[in-house]
Protein backbone atom coordinates (compact mmCIF):
# COMPACT_ATOMS: atom_id res chain seq x y z
CA UNK A 1 0.00 0.00 0.00
CA UNK A 2 0.93 3.22 -0.89
CA UNK A 3 0.53 6.91 0.47
CA UNK A 4 2.08 10.12 1.99
CA UNK A 5 4.34 9.54 4.42
CA UNK A 6 5.45 12.89 5.29
CA UNK A 7 4.08 16.64 4.60
CA UNK A 8 5.93 20.12 4.16
CA UNK A 9 5.28 23.28 3.11
CA UNK A 10 6.64 27.48 2.89
CA UNK A 11 5.03 30.40 2.51
CA UNK A 12 7.17 33.86 2.44
CA UNK A 13 6.63 36.05 5.04
CA UNK A 14 6.29 38.66 2.81
CA UNK A 15 2.84 40.08 1.78
CA UNK A 16 1.25 42.70 -1.18
CA UNK A 17 -2.04 43.75 -0.38
CA UNK A 18 -4.60 43.47 -3.31
CA UNK A 19 -5.53 47.40 -2.26
CA UNK A 20 -2.03 48.75 -2.88
CA UNK A 21 -2.01 47.89 -6.01
CA UNK A 22 -5.82 48.94 -6.80
CA UNK A 23 -4.52 52.29 -5.92
CA UNK A 24 -1.44 52.36 -7.98
CA UNK A 25 -3.78 51.50 -10.69
CA UNK A 26 -6.74 54.23 -9.41
CA UNK A 27 -9.29 50.86 -9.65
CA UNK A 28 -10.72 49.21 -6.33
CA UNK A 29 -9.44 46.25 -5.02
CA UNK A 30 -11.45 43.61 -1.91
CA UNK A 31 -9.88 42.90 1.09
CA UNK A 32 -6.67 39.89 0.57
CA UNK A 33 -2.86 39.70 0.12
CA UNK A 34 -0.74 37.64 -2.04
CA UNK A 35 2.13 36.09 -0.63
CA UNK A 36 5.94 37.50 -2.28
CA UNK A 37 8.84 36.11 -2.47
CA UNK A 38 11.86 37.90 -0.74
CA UNK A 39 14.31 39.15 -3.35
CA UNK A 40 16.89 36.19 -2.85
CA UNK A 41 13.70 33.68 -2.86
CA UNK A 42 13.21 31.78 -6.12
CA UNK A 43 11.59 28.79 -7.53
CA UNK A 44 14.81 26.43 -5.66
CA UNK A 45 14.95 28.33 -2.51
CA UNK A 46 11.23 27.75 -2.33
CA UNK A 47 11.49 24.22 -3.06
CA UNK A 48 14.48 23.60 -0.39
CA UNK A 49 12.39 25.25 2.59
CA UNK A 50 9.21 23.22 1.86
CA UNK A 51 11.27 19.70 1.46
CA UNK A 52 13.28 20.22 4.51
CA UNK A 53 9.99 21.10 6.58
CA UNK A 54 8.94 17.68 4.81
CA UNK A 55 12.09 15.73 6.10
CA UNK A 56 11.79 16.74 9.70
CA UNK A 57 9.90 13.68 10.26
CA UNK A 58 11.55 11.35 7.41
CA UNK A 59 13.57 8.65 8.47
CA UNK A 60 15.93 6.73 6.03
CA UNK A 61 18.01 8.10 2.63
CA UNK A 62 15.59 9.25 -0.35
CA UNK A 63 15.65 7.30 -3.31
CA UNK A 64 14.01 9.59 -5.28
CA UNK A 65 13.38 13.77 -5.38
CA UNK A 66 10.92 14.96 -7.78
CA UNK A 67 11.44 19.01 -8.31
CA UNK A 68 7.55 20.22 -9.82
CA UNK A 69 7.63 24.08 -11.47
CA UNK A 70 6.63 26.30 -14.05
CA UNK A 71 9.16 28.62 -12.49
CA UNK A 72 12.52 26.79 -12.13
CA UNK A 73 15.21 29.30 -12.81
CA UNK A 74 17.38 27.02 -15.14
CA UNK A 75 15.98 25.57 -18.32
CA UNK A 76 18.69 23.36 -19.22
CA UNK A 77 20.18 22.48 -15.89
CA UNK A 78 18.27 19.96 -13.51
CA UNK A 79 16.97 21.90 -10.97
CA UNK A 80 15.94 18.84 -8.74
CA UNK A 81 19.57 18.26 -7.80
CA UNK A 82 20.16 21.55 -6.72
CA UNK A 83 17.05 20.72 -4.62
CA UNK A 84 18.89 17.08 -3.49
CA UNK A 85 22.31 18.78 -2.54
CA UNK A 86 20.82 21.38 -0.05
CA UNK A 87 18.28 19.01 1.51
CA UNK A 88 21.22 16.61 1.49
CA UNK A 89 19.99 13.12 0.65
CA UNK A 90 21.98 11.23 2.01
CA UNK A 91 22.13 8.47 -1.06
CA UNK A 92 23.92 9.25 -4.36
CA UNK A 93 21.89 6.65 -5.94
CA UNK A 94 18.67 8.79 -5.36
CA UNK A 95 17.32 9.69 -8.73
CA UNK A 96 15.98 13.44 -9.33
CA UNK A 97 13.99 14.59 -12.03
CA UNK A 98 12.32 17.86 -13.09
CA UNK A 99 8.53 18.23 -14.07
CA UNK A 100 7.79 21.56 -15.56
CA UNK A 101 5.85 23.50 -18.34
CA UNK A 102 2.33 22.75 -17.05
CA UNK A 103 0.15 23.92 -13.82
CA UNK A 104 -0.51 20.06 -13.44
CA UNK A 105 3.57 19.65 -13.08
CA UNK A 106 2.86 18.65 -9.41
CA UNK A 107 0.17 16.11 -9.47
CA UNK A 108 2.26 14.13 -12.37
CA UNK A 109 5.13 13.78 -10.51
CA UNK A 110 3.16 13.08 -7.64
CA UNK A 111 1.44 10.09 -9.31
CA UNK A 112 4.85 8.91 -11.07
CA UNK A 113 6.56 9.06 -7.18
CA UNK A 114 3.45 6.67 -6.45
CA UNK A 115 3.99 4.37 -9.92
CA UNK A 116 7.94 4.34 -8.73
CA UNK A 117 7.30 2.95 -5.28
CA UNK A 118 4.09 0.85 -5.81
CA UNK A 119 6.33 -1.28 -8.16
CA UNK A 120 9.24 -1.11 -5.11
CA UNK A 121 11.75 0.60 -7.20
CA UNK A 122 12.11 2.91 -4.22
CA UNK A 123 10.94 3.02 -0.71
CA UNK A 124 10.17 6.55 -0.83
CA UNK A 125 10.43 9.55 -3.00
CA UNK A 126 9.86 13.62 -2.18
CA UNK A 127 7.85 15.00 -4.50
CA UNK A 128 8.41 19.50 -4.13
CA UNK A 129 6.34 21.83 -5.85
CA UNK A 130 6.98 25.70 -6.56
CA UNK A 131 6.07 28.80 -8.49
CA UNK A 132 7.07 32.47 -8.64
CA UNK A 133 4.80 33.54 -11.04
CA UNK A 134 5.15 36.76 -12.44
CA UNK A 135 2.00 38.89 -13.85
CA UNK A 136 2.06 42.18 -16.03
CA UNK A 137 1.80 44.87 -14.34
CA UNK A 138 -1.85 46.42 -14.24
CA UNK A 139 -3.04 43.10 -15.31
CA UNK A 140 -5.31 40.76 -13.17
CA UNK A 141 -2.40 37.77 -12.77
CA UNK A 142 -0.64 40.93 -10.62
CA UNK A 143 -3.00 40.35 -7.64
CA UNK A 144 -4.00 36.57 -7.64
CA UNK A 145 -0.78 35.19 -8.57
CA UNK A 146 1.55 34.42 -5.12
CA UNK A 147 4.34 32.36 -4.00
CA UNK A 148 4.90 29.48 -2.48
CA UNK A 149 6.14 25.84 -2.21
CA UNK A 150 4.88 22.26 -1.16
CA UNK A 151 6.55 19.12 -0.42
CA UNK A 152 5.02 15.36 -0.15
CA UNK A 153 7.03 12.70 0.87
CA UNK A 154 5.60 9.32 -1.22
CA UNK A 155 6.42 6.11 0.46
CA UNK A 156 4.71 2.40 1.69
CA UNK A 157 5.14 2.81 5.26
CA UNK A 158 4.26 4.77 8.53
CA UNK A 159 1.79 6.58 6.50
CA UNK A 160 -0.79 9.48 6.96
CA UNK A 161 -2.55 9.14 4.07
CA UNK A 162 -3.69 6.23 1.81
CA UNK A 163 -3.94 5.90 -1.70
CA UNK A 164 -7.22 4.49 -2.68
CA UNK A 165 -7.85 5.55 -6.16
CA UNK A 166 -7.13 7.58 -9.41
CA UNK A 167 -7.78 8.62 -12.51
CA UNK A 168 -6.67 11.09 -15.11
CA UNK A 169 -6.81 12.33 -18.52
CA UNK A 170 -4.85 14.50 -21.12
CA UNK A 171 -6.64 17.49 -23.46
CA UNK A 172 -5.03 19.66 -25.49
CA UNK A 173 -6.54 23.33 -23.94
CA UNK A 174 -5.31 26.36 -24.38
CA UNK A 175 -6.22 28.58 -21.28
CA UNK A 176 -2.82 29.91 -20.09
CA UNK A 177 0.49 29.97 -21.33
CA UNK A 178 3.67 31.22 -21.72
CA UNK A 179 6.02 30.96 -24.32
CA UNK A 180 10.06 30.70 -24.22
CA UNK A 181 10.29 34.59 -25.05
CA UNK A 182 7.21 35.64 -22.97
CA UNK A 183 7.95 37.36 -19.55
CA UNK A 184 4.49 37.16 -18.53
CA UNK A 185 1.24 34.85 -18.03
CA UNK A 186 -0.71 35.21 -21.21
CA UNK A 187 -4.39 34.20 -20.87
CA UNK A 188 -7.45 33.37 -22.95
CA UNK A 189 -10.54 35.25 -22.14
CA UNK A 190 -12.18 34.21 -18.90
CA UNK A 191 -15.45 32.93 -19.69
CA UNK A 192 -14.51 30.38 -22.88
CA UNK A 193 -11.96 29.03 -20.17
CA UNK A 194 -14.54 28.41 -17.36
CA UNK A 195 -17.42 26.94 -20.00
CA UNK A 196 -15.62 25.14 -22.75
CA UNK A 197 -12.43 24.07 -20.62
CA UNK A 198 -12.10 24.00 -16.51
CA UNK A 199 -15.60 23.22 -15.25
CA UNK A 200 -16.34 20.16 -17.88
CA UNK A 201 -12.60 18.99 -17.23
CA UNK A 202 -12.99 18.85 -13.75
CA UNK A 203 -16.62 17.82 -14.06
CA UNK A 204 -16.16 15.17 -15.74
CA UNK A 205 -12.93 13.54 -14.38
CA UNK A 206 -14.08 13.79 -10.72
CA UNK A 207 -17.64 12.23 -11.46
CA UNK A 208 -15.46 9.67 -13.45
CA UNK A 209 -13.19 9.03 -10.20
CA UNK A 210 -15.83 8.40 -7.99
CA UNK A 211 -17.89 6.45 -10.78
CA UNK A 212 -15.13 4.02 -10.50
CA UNK A 213 -14.99 3.84 -7.00
CA UNK A 214 -17.95 3.76 -6.23
CA UNK A 215 -18.28 6.88 -3.56
CA UNK A 216 -20.98 9.61 -3.64
CA UNK A 217 -20.75 13.12 -2.75
CA UNK A 218 -21.13 12.47 1.32
CA UNK A 219 -18.55 9.73 1.61
CA UNK A 220 -16.13 12.88 1.22
CA UNK A 221 -14.65 14.59 4.44
CA UNK A 222 -12.77 17.81 1.97
CA UNK A 223 -12.44 18.02 -1.43
CA UNK A 224 -9.21 19.63 -2.97
CA UNK A 225 -8.90 21.20 -6.16
CA UNK A 226 -6.64 24.01 -8.33
CA UNK A 227 -8.79 27.02 -9.85
CA UNK A 228 -7.03 29.67 -11.22
CA UNK A 229 -8.73 32.09 -9.20
CA UNK A 230 -11.28 32.55 -6.60
CA UNK A 231 -14.21 32.85 -8.50
CA UNK A 232 -13.65 30.17 -10.58
CA UNK A 233 -13.08 27.87 -7.93
CA UNK A 234 -16.52 28.84 -5.72
CA UNK A 235 -18.16 28.10 -9.59
CA UNK A 236 -16.67 24.62 -9.73
CA UNK A 237 -17.18 23.65 -5.92
CA UNK A 238 -20.90 24.41 -6.80
CA UNK A 239 -21.07 22.60 -10.07
CA UNK A 240 -19.99 19.53 -8.28
CA UNK A 241 -22.48 19.46 -5.75
CA UNK A 242 -20.59 19.47 -2.57
CA UNK A 243 -20.91 21.37 0.81
CA UNK A 244 -19.63 24.35 1.61
CA UNK A 245 -17.94 22.93 4.31
CA UNK A 246 -16.72 20.03 2.24
CA UNK A 247 -14.58 22.35 -0.12
CA UNK A 248 -11.31 23.35 1.17
CA UNK A 249 -10.12 26.51 1.35
CA UNK A 250 -7.40 27.22 -1.47
CA UNK A 251 -5.84 30.56 0.60
CA UNK A 252 -6.44 32.43 -2.79
CA UNK A 253 -7.47 35.74 -0.80
CA UNK A 254 -4.23 35.16 1.86
CA UNK A 255 -1.43 33.52 -0.14
CA UNK A 256 -2.47 33.72 -3.75
CA UNK A 257 -2.93 30.88 -7.07
CA UNK A 258 0.76 29.88 -6.03
CA UNK A 259 1.00 27.87 -9.41
CA UNK A 260 2.36 23.97 -9.66
CA UNK A 261 2.00 24.30 -5.59
CA UNK A 262 -1.50 25.57 -5.38
CA UNK A 263 -3.21 21.84 -5.16
CA UNK A 264 -0.31 20.52 -2.70
CA UNK A 265 -0.64 23.54 -0.26
CA UNK A 266 -4.34 23.09 0.15
CA UNK A 267 -3.87 19.15 0.12
CA UNK A 268 -1.69 19.78 3.28
CA UNK A 269 -4.16 22.08 5.30
CA UNK A 270 -6.85 19.33 4.42
CA UNK A 271 -4.76 16.33 5.66
CA UNK A 272 -3.70 18.69 8.71
CA UNK A 273 -7.68 19.43 9.69
CA UNK A 274 -8.11 15.45 8.83
CA UNK A 275 -9.41 12.70 11.16
CA UNK A 276 -8.55 9.08 11.03
CA UNK A 277 -10.98 7.90 8.24
CA UNK A 278 -11.78 10.58 6.31
CA UNK A 279 -11.65 10.68 2.34
CA UNK A 280 -9.67 13.61 1.15
CA UNK A 281 -10.80 13.73 -3.08
CA UNK A 282 -7.73 15.80 -5.27
CA UNK A 283 -8.14 16.96 -8.59
CA UNK A 284 -5.68 19.25 -10.26
CA UNK A 285 -6.18 20.55 -14.01
CA UNK A 286 -4.03 22.10 -16.81
CA UNK A 287 -3.85 19.89 -19.97
CA UNK A 288 -5.74 17.56 -18.36
CA UNK A 289 -6.87 16.26 -14.86
CA UNK A 290 -5.85 14.21 -12.18
CA UNK A 291 -8.09 13.03 -10.16
CA UNK A 292 -6.73 11.15 -6.75
CA UNK A 293 -8.50 9.73 -3.91
CA UNK A 294 -7.10 9.45 -0.48
CA UNK A 295 -7.79 7.81 2.70
CA UNK A 296 -6.99 9.56 6.05
CA UNK A 297 -4.92 7.28 8.44
CA UNK A 298 -4.93 7.01 12.26
CA UNK A 299 -1.50 8.94 11.84
CA UNK A 300 -3.27 11.57 10.48
CA UNK A 301 -3.55 13.22 13.82
CA UNK A 302 0.12 13.90 14.51
CA UNK A 303 -0.07 16.96 12.14
CA UNK A 304 -2.10 18.68 14.04
CA UNK A 305 0.62 18.73 16.87
CA UNK A 306 2.87 19.39 14.50
CA UNK A 307 3.63 23.28 12.46
CA UNK A 308 0.76 23.84 10.90
CA UNK A 309 -0.63 25.84 8.13
CA UNK A 310 -1.82 28.57 10.16
CA UNK A 311 1.56 28.54 11.76
CA UNK A 312 3.03 28.98 8.01
CA UNK A 313 0.42 31.70 7.30
CA UNK A 314 1.49 33.87 10.69
CA UNK A 315 4.02 36.68 11.54
CA UNK A 316 4.39 38.07 8.09
CA UNK A 317 5.89 41.25 6.87
CA UNK A 318 4.20 43.78 4.39
CA UNK A 319 6.08 44.88 1.11
CA UNK A 320 5.18 47.75 -0.52
CA UNK A 321 4.41 47.76 -4.69
CA UNK A 322 7.65 49.71 -5.33
CA UNK A 323 9.78 46.70 -3.94
CA UNK A 324 8.04 44.13 -5.25
CA UNK A 325 8.40 45.68 -8.68
CA UNK A 326 12.24 46.09 -7.84
CA UNK A 327 12.43 42.47 -6.28
CA UNK A 328 11.49 41.28 -9.70
CA UNK A 329 13.39 43.20 -11.41
CA UNK A 330 10.15 45.20 -13.07
CA UNK A 331 11.57 48.77 -12.94
CA UNK A 332 14.69 50.04 -13.28
CA UNK A 333 16.36 51.60 -9.98
CA UNK A 334 19.94 53.41 -9.77
CA UNK A 335 22.44 50.54 -9.30
CA UNK A 336 24.73 50.32 -6.09
CA UNK A 337 28.15 52.99 -7.51
CA UNK A 338 30.35 50.51 -4.90
CA UNK A 339 32.15 47.17 -6.47
CA UNK A 340 30.01 44.24 -7.20
CA UNK A 341 30.62 41.06 -5.52
CA UNK A 342 32.92 38.60 -7.50
CA UNK A 343 31.51 35.55 -8.56
CA UNK A 344 32.94 32.68 -7.28
CA UNK A 345 35.03 30.42 -10.14
CA UNK A 346 33.08 26.80 -11.39
CA UNK A 347 36.18 24.97 -9.95
CA UNK A 348 35.97 26.44 -6.90
CA UNK A 349 32.06 26.14 -6.50
CA UNK A 350 32.99 22.25 -7.31
CA UNK A 351 35.68 21.95 -4.72
CA UNK A 352 33.42 23.71 -2.52
CA UNK A 353 29.73 21.75 -3.20
CA UNK A 354 29.39 20.38 0.22
CA UNK A 355 30.01 23.98 1.65
CA UNK A 356 27.61 25.61 -0.80
CA UNK A 357 25.01 23.01 -1.18
CA UNK A 358 24.40 21.89 2.17
CA UNK A 359 26.56 23.78 4.46
CA UNK A 360 29.17 21.55 5.96
CA UNK A 361 32.13 21.66 8.12
CA UNK A 362 34.17 19.75 9.90
CA UNK A 363 34.02 18.68 13.81
CA UNK A 364 37.75 17.90 15.61
CA UNK A 365 38.09 13.74 16.04
CA UNK A 366 40.37 15.03 19.27
CA UNK A 367 38.31 17.66 21.08
CA UNK A 368 35.18 17.67 19.47
CA UNK A 369 34.86 21.17 18.57
CA UNK A 370 32.99 21.60 15.36
CA UNK A 371 34.28 24.68 12.87
CA UNK A 372 33.97 25.63 9.32
CA UNK A 373 35.40 28.04 7.16
CA UNK A 374 33.76 31.18 6.08
CA UNK A 375 34.44 31.20 2.49
CA UNK A 376 33.99 26.75 2.56
CA UNK A 377 37.67 26.16 2.15
CA UNK A 378 39.16 23.18 3.67
CA UNK A 379 39.76 23.26 7.54
CA UNK A 380 43.15 21.63 8.52
CA UNK A 381 44.09 23.15 11.93
CA UNK A 382 41.52 22.56 14.64
CA UNK A 383 40.61 26.52 16.11
CA UNK A 384 40.33 24.87 19.31
CA UNK A 385 43.28 21.81 19.95
CA UNK A 386 45.67 22.61 17.26
CA UNK A 387 44.94 19.22 15.92
CA UNK A 388 45.92 18.73 12.38
CA UNK A 389 44.16 17.13 9.73
CA UNK A 390 42.18 14.65 12.40
CA UNK A 391 38.23 15.75 11.09
CA UNK A 392 34.76 14.25 10.27
CA UNK A 393 32.22 15.63 8.30
CA UNK A 394 29.80 17.79 10.39
CA UNK A 395 26.45 19.50 9.02
CA UNK A 396 25.87 23.62 10.02
CA UNK A 397 22.13 23.73 7.58
CA UNK A 398 19.78 22.05 10.43
CA UNK A 399 21.38 23.47 13.55
CA UNK A 400 20.02 26.02 15.19
CA UNK A 401 21.69 29.21 16.97
CA UNK A 402 21.89 32.62 18.31
CA UNK A 403 23.36 35.79 16.73
CA UNK A 404 27.00 37.03 18.67
CA UNK A 405 26.99 39.77 16.63
CA UNK A 406 26.33 42.25 14.08
CA UNK A 407 26.37 44.82 11.62
CA UNK A 408 23.79 47.25 9.90
CA UNK A 409 25.24 47.86 6.16
CA UNK A 410 23.61 50.89 4.74
CA UNK A 411 25.99 50.63 1.24
CA UNK A 412 25.62 46.76 0.51
CA UNK A 413 24.16 46.72 -2.66
CA UNK A 414 21.09 44.69 -1.58
CA UNK A 415 17.13 44.46 -2.80
CA UNK A 416 16.27 45.23 0.53
CA UNK A 417 18.51 47.60 2.66
CA UNK A 418 20.20 47.81 4.45
CA UNK A 419 22.66 44.89 4.44
CA UNK A 420 23.14 43.00 7.36
CA UNK A 421 25.72 40.64 8.56
CA UNK A 422 26.45 38.53 11.81
CA UNK A 423 28.30 36.51 13.44
CA UNK A 424 26.36 33.36 14.29
CA UNK A 425 27.17 30.95 17.12
CA UNK A 426 25.74 27.18 16.73
CA UNK A 427 24.09 25.20 19.05
CA UNK A 428 26.57 22.32 19.91
CA UNK A 429 29.78 24.37 18.38
CA UNK A 430 30.94 26.43 15.30
CA UNK A 431 30.65 29.98 14.39
CA UNK A 432 29.85 31.59 10.93
CA UNK A 433 30.32 34.72 9.32
CA UNK A 434 27.10 35.11 6.97
CA UNK A 435 24.07 37.33 5.87
CA UNK A 436 20.85 37.68 7.51
CA UNK A 437 17.50 37.79 5.74
CA UNK A 438 14.01 37.79 6.70
CA UNK A 439 14.36 40.77 9.24
CA UNK A 440 13.67 44.18 10.39
CA UNK A 441 16.88 46.09 11.54
CA UNK A 442 15.29 47.61 13.69
CA UNK A 443 14.58 44.74 15.68
CA UNK A 444 17.67 42.85 15.45
CA UNK A 445 20.03 41.97 18.49
CA UNK A 446 23.04 40.67 20.20
CA UNK A 447 21.16 36.74 21.00
CA UNK A 448 18.47 36.49 19.01
CA UNK A 449 17.58 32.75 17.91
CA UNK A 450 18.28 32.02 14.42
CA UNK A 451 18.32 29.37 11.81
CA UNK A 452 19.77 28.78 8.59
CA UNK A 453 18.19 29.28 5.51
CA UNK A 454 18.90 28.38 1.42
CA UNK A 455 18.81 31.57 -0.53
CA UNK A 456 20.19 33.36 -3.41
CA UNK A 457 23.32 35.04 -2.90
CA UNK A 458 24.44 36.48 -6.29
CA UNK A 459 23.45 36.08 -10.22
CA UNK A 460 26.17 36.70 -12.61
CA UNK A 461 27.92 35.52 -15.88
CA UNK A 462 24.61 33.07 -16.19
CA UNK A 463 24.95 31.22 -12.92
CA UNK A 464 22.75 31.53 -10.00
CA UNK A 465 24.88 31.23 -6.65
CA UNK A 466 22.73 29.90 -4.04
CA UNK A 467 24.51 29.81 -0.48
CA UNK A 468 22.94 29.69 3.48
CA UNK A 469 21.54 32.92 5.24
CA UNK A 470 20.59 33.10 8.97
CA UNK A 471 17.12 34.03 9.38
CA UNK A 472 15.35 34.93 12.55
CA UNK A 473 13.45 31.49 14.51
CA UNK A 474 10.38 31.21 16.35
CA UNK A 475 10.13 35.48 15.82
CA UNK A 476 10.84 37.84 13.20
CA UNK A 477 12.84 40.18 13.71
CA UNK A 478 10.61 43.58 13.32
CA UNK A 479 8.25 45.40 15.03
Not at 68 to 81: D, F, I
Not at 232 to 241: C, E, P, R, Y
Not at 413 to 422: E, F, H, M, R, V
Request: glycine letters at 8%; proline letters at 4%.
Amino acid sequence: MVGISSVGAYIPIYRLKWKEIGAMWGGKAPDGERAVAGYDEDAITLAVAAALDCMRTTKGALDGLYCASTTSPYREKQNAAIIAGAVDVGNVECRTADFAHSLRAASIAVRAAFDTVNSASARQVLVTASDCRVGAPKSKFEQILGDGAAALMIGSEDLLATLEGEYSVFREFTDLWRTQNDAFIQSAEGRFIEEAGYVPLMRESIAELMRRYTITPGDIAKVVFYAHDGRSHASIAKALGFEKSQVQDPLYSRVGNTGSAAALITLIAALEEAAPGDRILFANCGDGCDALLFRATERVSELRTARTMKDRLSGTIPVSYGKYLEWRDLITVETPSLPERSEPSLSSRWRERRTISSLYGVRCLKCGAPQIHPNGQAVRVCVACQAKDEFEMYKFSDRTGKLFTYSIDHLQPTKNPPGLNGVVDFDGGGRLVCELTDYDPACARVGMPVEMTFRKLSQGEGIVNYFWKAKPRNELARP
